[in-house]
């Protein structure tokens, strides 16, 4: 048998040098890696539910302690409403729901520049109201388990009334709660309803409640459906939410189904664009000419316009459609109408052999008091 041959003592000096480096660089490595990886990715609401856990109880009870009995509330079954940050959130979720809970972020976009009750507070339109519903409603289907947990922050109370506005309209428009009970579901948020006035000077507490009236009554109504978002047929009885999200957008004419079949507000129509333009954008805003509404209006139906303001713009575009304008911006004065206006308008609406449009370009208050 041959003798068992030994490698000289230099390679194995050195392949015990080589293995060491190697282990090293690898250990390195994996921390640099592991460290890079806890930074960059955001911890789990798992992770979260974990780590308030492995709180000390002294920690975890001050807390609790500082988060106001009233700031977590129990909307509807699976829902809660939390008016702090996502961390004490959390910790209220993990002392009240103890499991199965996803605390979720939510920011509403709410009016620029508020700093307080001088701002007031502005209701949200359809298109915020049917995205943060879309929203609501595919979190739910992706965790059919877990308790939501929407939180606000701490320091905006604007931002928090808008939040739970918004979750009214949800609970309104996709859970079937009625406005009643929709009330009672928040009624812990009445003294911050009530502590901040509107822009018109009524309280806050009516500007909620009366979005959800609306809002409600338009439901009832079979005006608004979020289940119809689609155009499937000529039935128009109800606004197909596509549709209204696309032609509201300030990217496509601005135009508000206010009552389907019935009533439409847009933006007025410019006679000096350039040449040939039916759009044309200017200081971050997009102006419109009447060849670009001519024909969406008639597809939507509408037979007549009435003209709130006094800019001036040739309406054959519209008329060559066969869609009548009137002027009726000699009998307002500001955002004040005439008796006579709304008379006039009323006959219109009764008799109006379709859509009845009106345009008021910084006159909106004109246009809500006719509608």
Request: with cysteine.
């Amino acid at each position: 048998m041959p003798s068992k041959v030994e490698p000289p003592p230099r390679l194995v000096v050195l392949n015990a040098v080589v293995r060491f480096i190697l282990a090293f660089i690898w250990a390195l490595g994996r921390t640099i890696i592991s460290a890079f990886w806890i930074v960059k990715k955001p911890p789990s609401d798992a992770d979260a539910q974990e780590n308030l856990r492995q709180l000390p109880k002294d920690k975890l009870q001050n807390l609790k302690n500082a988060v106001p009995a009233n700031c977590f509330i129990r909307a509807h079954k699976r829902l809660y409403l939390a008016l702090f940050d996502h961390e004490r959130a959390s910790v209220m979720a993990l002392h009240q729901l103890k499991q199965n809970f996803l605390v979720v972020p939510l920011i509403p976009k709410s009016r620029p520049d508020t700093d307080g009750a001088s701002k007031g507070f502005s209701v949200a339109s359809l298109t915020e109201i049917f995205k943060f519903d879309s929203e609501a409603r595919a979190l739910g289907r992706q965790n059919p388990g877990c308790k939501l947990v929407f939180c606000t922050g701490a320091d905006d109370p604007l931002v928090q009334i808008r939040a739970a506005l918004l979750l009214g309209c949800h609970m309104l428009m996709t859970l079937g709660m009625d406005l009643e009970r929709t009330t009672e579901a928040l009624e812990d948020m009445e003294e911050l309803f009530l502590a901040f006035a509107s822009a018109e000077s009524a309280s806050g507490a009516l500007s909620v409640h009366r979005c959800w009236a609306t809002l409600a009554t338009a439901r009832g109504l079979g005006w608004i459906d979020f289940g119809y978002v689609f155009e499937t047929g000529e039935d128009r009885s109800t606004i197909f939410i596509d549709e209204f999200l696309h032609y509201s957008s300030p990217l496509n004419g601005e135009i508000y189904i206010v009552v389907p079949s019935k009533f439409v507000v847009f933006k007025t129509p410019r006679g000096d664009l350039p040449e040939g333009c039916e759009w044309h954008d200017s200081d971050g805003v997009r102006n419109y000419s009447p060849a670009f509404y001519a024909d969406i209006l008639l597809d939507m139906g509408v037979s007549i316009i009435l003209r709130l303001d006094d800019d001036s713009y040739d309406p054959t575009p519209f008329t060559s459609k066969g869609i009548y304008v009137e002027d009726l911006c000699h009998e307002t004065t500001g955002d004040v109408l005439h008796l006579q206006t709304l008379d006039r308008v009323m006959k219109i609406a009764e008799y109006a052999d379709g859509v009845v449009a009106i345009h008021c370009d910084g006159r909106m208050g004109c246009a809500c008091t006719l509608l």
